[in-house]
């Protein structure tokens, strides 16, 4: 079969319906219908009226725009299998993670993350791992060298099962997850890597309980004395995949920026300009996911359902950056609050909602700033100082973005410090 032939990687599909287009219509006709009998009695009656008029000509504004959004609303269907009978060689994938603080955002959560990113189902050989340390703390470090220790067991595990959830904590925590295989084999690995997960949490509290998580010798040396708040950077690559190997352990890397008192460090996107930055110069990827570090990839094919759009598109200046919604694990039950209330679905027909900050898989150009008519390379500007310019390049270069949801493939893990309680 020809390349023209081939069955697309992606569709796009209407989910319009009558009923709730009838209900908009209704509504909006009940809209002007009362606007209309307020302006015919608006003599006979004071002030109090005109206020009503100008409230209710509002609200049938904003009726008449969101009736406009959701017209035509059309969600985006990825088809990774085709992606996989292709053969082609898939593209190389730089993911980032960020960190801040091993008291607020506990390491064993932020080790949750870097595991369930590891593991995806993509070769091994065209991922690596950055994680960026704001807190320079030894603690992170260890916990990541332990959790790269963990990786070399759970990542055959869970392709071998083909483990649904790729977060340990997660998986081990829904027995719903591993019922399906009763095999012997099965349930002497899983206790095996129950034990081993277990292992690795005691580790984790053990250093954690202590000032420091171990002597500051050797690869720990860079620790010692360290101030937070002024540090040169220190750059630490924990494991290489020097073989090649798709079904090893992607390269990790620990980056802990230069930090000075009389420099601003832009928090987050700070952090995120110095991993594109550090990334560009290691493994250089033409894609980078971003990931806070208390979520974790809920789909194990999350990275062949963002390139089926990212390759999938005709011209890759339709499609600048996929990003996916986020979800609150563990949320109440019935969702009192409307955590887990979605309002992004059916937005692809309008590229998709804004940027959300994470989740979120982006070519590397469009970060650069490069024009998307610019295939030379040439004209790349220095990297945004602020992650939030990634929407005025996207504005300004034409770029586009593109909203995606098979199911939600970010989980969010809500948890409250101990030390923010008791503080507020
Ligand atoms: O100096 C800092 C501060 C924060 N972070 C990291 O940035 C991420 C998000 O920070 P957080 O305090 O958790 O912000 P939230 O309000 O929970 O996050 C939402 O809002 C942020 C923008 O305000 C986005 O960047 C996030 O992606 C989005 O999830 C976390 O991984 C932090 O570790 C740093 O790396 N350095
Ligand atoms: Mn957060």
Redesign the pocket.
């Known amino acids: 079969m020809s390349k023209t032939e081939a069955p697309p990687l992606y569709e796009r599909k209407h989910l319009t319906k009558i009923i709730p287009r009838l209900i908009e219509l209704t509504i909006l006709f009940l809209c002007f219908s009362l606007l209309g009998y307020r302006l015919l009695h608006l003599k006979n009656h004071g002030f109090i009226w005109l206020v009503a008029l100008l409230c209710e000509s509002w609200f049938t504004f904003i009726w008449i725009v969101v009736v406009n959004i959701k017209w035509n609303p059309i969600a985006i269907k990825t088809h990774p299998e085709r992606l996989l009978q292709r053969n082609l060689e898939l593209p190389p994938l730089d993911m980032f ?5 091993p008291v607020l ?1 506990p390491p064993i959560i932020t080790v949750n993350t870097v595991i369930s990113l590891l593991s995806v189902d993509y070769p091994a050989n065209k991922l690596a791992c950055y994680l ?1 340390d ?1 807190a320079a703390s030894p603690l992170t470090y260890f916990c990541l060298v332990e959790a790269s220790e963990f990786a070399k067991l759970w990542i055959p595990f869970c392709k071998k099962y083909n483990v649904p959830v790729r977060a340990p904590f997660r998986y081990f925590s829904d027995q719903s997850l591993f019922t399906g295989n009763s095999s012997s084999e099965f349930q002497e690995d899983w206790n095996t890597m129950k034990d081993e997960y277990r292992r690795l949490c005691q580790k984790i509290e053990e250093a954690a309980q202590k000032s420091v998580p171990c002597e500051l010798t050797g690869d720990f040396a860079a620790f010692v004395d360290i101030d937070k708040r002024s540090h040169p950077t220190i750059i630490k690559v924990i494991s290489e995949n020097k073989e090649g190997l798709p079904d090893g352990l992607p390269p990790i890397v620990y980056i802990s920026r230069e930090k000075r008192p009389n420099h601003a ?8 300009n110095v991993l594109a930055r550090v990334s560009g110069v290691m493994t250089n990827a033409p894609f980078m996911l ?6 974790f990839a809920n789909n194990p094919q999350v990275v062949l359902h963002a390139m089926c759009l990212l390759l999938g598109v005709k011209d890759e200046t339709d499609c600048g950056f996929v990003q996916f919604p ?1 979800q609150f694990y563990d949320g109440l039950k019935d969702d009192p609050f409307g955590n887990q209330m979605y309002l992004g679905r059916g937005l692809a027909g309008h590229q998709g909602p804004l940027y ?4 979120c898989f982006h070519r590397r150009k469009v970060i650069y700033g490069s024009s998307p008519e610019d295939k030379s390379g040439h004209g790349m500007k220095a990297i945004s100082c602020h ?1 939030c310019f990634v929407f005025m390049h996207l504005g300004i270069m034409n770029w586009k973005d593109n909203l995606f949801h098979v199911g939600k493939h970010f989980l ?1 893990i809500i948890y409250i410090p101990l030390r923010s309680v008791k503080e507020t």
């Open positions: 993670v960020t960190t801040a603080d955002e960026s704001d460090h832009h928090f987050k996107a700070g952090a995120m971003n990931v806070d570090c208390d979520m986020q959300g900050g994470t989740g992650l969010l």
